[in-house]
C-alpha cells in the first residue's frame, strides 16, 4: 500500500507541478504586456521584467488553489482513465486512503503557500512597488496616486514607497486646524529610523495663515511619532501585499484609530483560511473522479477544474466585497464557500461509497 500511496502522489504532483507552471506563465506573459503600457520615464523594458520578477512569488501564491483543483483532476483522471483506480480499489484500497494519498503532496503545497504569504511576498512586493515608482518618477511631492495613507497625532501622512528595513520615500504630512483649514504641508524627500526615531532629509515645509504663506526648507530633521517601522513596512497599502501577521496588526491598528479595517480583516481570513480553501478545491476534485467525471476525457475534466474554480472565485470574490458594504464579518464570507466546497464533495463521495 506504501509503494501505491507515493504512486499516487507522485502522479497528483506532477500533474499539479505542471498546471502550475502553465498558469504562471500565462499570467507572467500578461503582466508583461500589462506593464509594456505603461512604460514612461525611466520605467523601460529592464525595469519591466525586474517588476514582474519580483512579483513571480504573489502570482505563484495566487494560482496554488487553481493549480490544486485541476492538477488533482488531471492526475486522478489519468488513473482513472487507465483503470488504475479501479485495479487500486478491486486491491482493498478506500476512498479515503486514496483521497489522503492524494493529499500529501497538496500539504506541502499549502505549506509553501503558507511560507510565501507570510514570509516572501510581502518583502518582494514592497521591492517592487517601490522600484517601480521610483522608475516612474512618482517620489515627488505630486505623485500622491500610489503610497499609503495613515492618521498619526492630527496629520494626515502620505508615502509614496518604502524599503526593507525602515528606509521611505515621498513622505508628504498635511495639517488641519480645528476648522479643517489647511495649517502645513511637509514634503520630505527620505526617511530614515535610525533605532530610536525617525529621521527626515530634505523636507520642505509651508505653513499657511489667514493672509499669508511661508516655506522653509530643512535638510534633516526629526519626526516625532508612535509609528514603528513595523507599521511603516506593511507597503504597499494593496492588503493582498500584506503578510498574515502584518494584516492582524494592521486591522488592529485601525480600529484602535476607528477607521475602516474592513478590506484588511477580509484579507487577513483569506490568507489565514487558505489551506482549507485549497483543502476543499481538492476535495471537490477528487469526489468529481470517483463521481460524475469517472469515465470521461481529460479535456472534459480540465474544462470542469476550470468552471468550478472560476464559480468558487466568483463568490469569494462576491461575498467578500459584500462583507464590507452590508457590515456582516468577512470570516462569514470566506468561510462560506469553503463549506460549500466542502459540503458538495462529501455529498459526492458518499454517492460514490
Not at 26 to 44: H, K, P, T, W
Not at 111 to 125: R, W
Not at 178 to 198: C, K, T
Request: charged share 20%; proline share 4%; aromatic share 10%.
Amino acid at each position: 500500500m506504501l509503494k501505491l500511496d507515493i504512486y499516487i502522489g507522485r502522479t497528483v504532483a506532477l500533474a499539479i507541478g505542471a498546471v502550475l507552471l502553465i498558469l504562471l506563465g500565462l499570467d507572467v506573459i500578461f503582466a508583461m504586456i500589462d506593464q509594456l503600457e505603461e512604460r514612461e520615464g525611466g520605467y523601460q523594458f529592464a525595469q519591466v521584467i525586474q517588476y514582474v520578477g519580483w512579483t513571480l512569488p504573489e502570482r505563484l501564491y495566487e494560482q496554488l488553489g487553481f493549480s490544486a483543483l485541476v492538477g488533482c483532476m488531471v492526475g486522478l483522471g489519468t488513473l482513472a482513465g487507465t483503470s488504475e483506480l479501479t485495479v487500486m480499489r478491486a486491491a482493498g484500497m478506500s476512498i479515503g486512503r486514496i483521497a489522503w494519498a492524494v493529499m500529501k503532496p497538496v500539504i506541502l503545497l499549502i505549506v509553501m503557500g503558507l511560507g510565501l504569504a507570510e514570509f516572501v511576498i510581502p518583502q518582494t512586493n514592497q521591492v517592487a512597488e517601490s522600484r517601480k515608482a521610483m522608475a516612474m518618477g512618482e517620489l515627488e511631492a505630486g505623485g500622491l496616486e500610489q503610497g499609503l495613507w495613515i492618521t498619526d497625532s492630527g496629520e494626515f501622512v502620505h508615502f509614496n514607497a518604502a524599503l526593507p528595513g525602515g528606509e521611505l520615500y515621498g513622505i508628504t504630512r498635511y495639517r488641519f486646524g480645528g476648522d479643517r483649514e489647511l495649517q502645513r504641508v511637509e514634503f520630505s524627500e527620505r526617511g530614515l529610523f535610525d533605532g530610536e526615531q525617525w529621521i527626515l532629509e530634505n523636507s520642505r515645509t509651508t505653513s499657511f495663515t489667514a493672509d499669508k504663506s511661508m516655506s522653509e526648507e530643512t535638510q534633516r530633521s526629526e519626526w516625532q511619532t508612535d509609528i514603528s517601522p513595523d507599521l511603516f513596512s506593511l507597503v504597499v497599502p494593496l492588503p493582498s501585499d500584506l503578510s498574515p501577521r502584518n494584516l492582524w496588526a494592521y486591522g488592529k491598528f485601525l480600529d484602535r484609530k476607528g477607521e475602516d479595517s474592513g478590506r484588511y480583516w477580509l484579507q487577513f481570513w483569506k490568507k489565514l483560511l487558505q489551506p482549507l480553501t485549497i483543502a476543499s478545491l481538492v476535495m471537490v476534485a477528487i469526489s468529481f473522479i470517483f463521481g460524475p467525471l469517472r469515465e470521461v476525457t481529460t479535456g472534459l475534466r480540465v474544462f470542469t477544474g476550470v468552471i468550478v474554480g472560476i464559480v468558487f472565485q466568483t463568490l469569494q470574490d462576491m461575498l467578500g466585497p459584500s462583507s464590507v458594504v452590508f457590515g456582516f464579518p468577512p470570516f462569514i464570507a470566506v468561510l462560506l464557500p469553503i463549506l460549500l466546497c466542502f459540503a458538495v464533495g462529501w455529498l459526492l463521495l458518499k454517492r460514490a461509497r
